[in-house]
């Protein structure tokens, strides 16, 4: 039977970007997949991190730029990147963002291994 999911679940995060989980470890349980819709604001950015999770980021609005070994990739509005488990890389948002992020398996803190 299909499961209609009626809201996401805000986490909670440092530097004015927000994330809502629609289906994952918080929302839902799930472990397998997350989804989660996040605005970054203008100027964000995060650690480095060498996940052990694929990562589709689909750009709605803005542009994600994905610093890894060989440089860095600017994702505009309407295109998408896949990351793949196990390579470092570090996300930001220079103009901000509006995008999707799923993540296979979901998403924790503990299998993103962010630098300190």
């Known amino acids: 039977m299909p499961e209609l999911i009626k809201s996401p679940t805000r986490i909670p995060v440092p530097g004015g970007?927000?994330?809502?989980?629609?289906v994952g470890r918080v929302n839902t349980g799930h472990e397998a997949v997350s989804?989660?819709?996040?605005i970054a604001p203008a100027g964000w950015d995060?650690?480095?991190q060498t996940p052990e999770f694929d990562e589709i980021t689909v750009v709605l609005k803005g542009a994600v730029h994905v610093?890894?070994?060989?440089?860095?990739l600017a994702v505009a509005a309407g295109q998408a990147v896949v990351t793949r488990g196990g390579e470092k890389v570090r996300y930001t948002a220079p103009e901000g963002a509006e995008y999707l992020a799923i993540c296979l398996p979901a998403f924790s803190p503990d299998t993103a291994h962010r630098d300190e």
């Open 67 to 72: 610093e890894h070994a060989d440089g860095v």
């Open 17 to 22: 970007k927000v994330i809502d989980e629609y």
């Open 35 to 38: 989804v989660a819709h996040m």
């Open 46 to 48: 995060e650690p480095a």
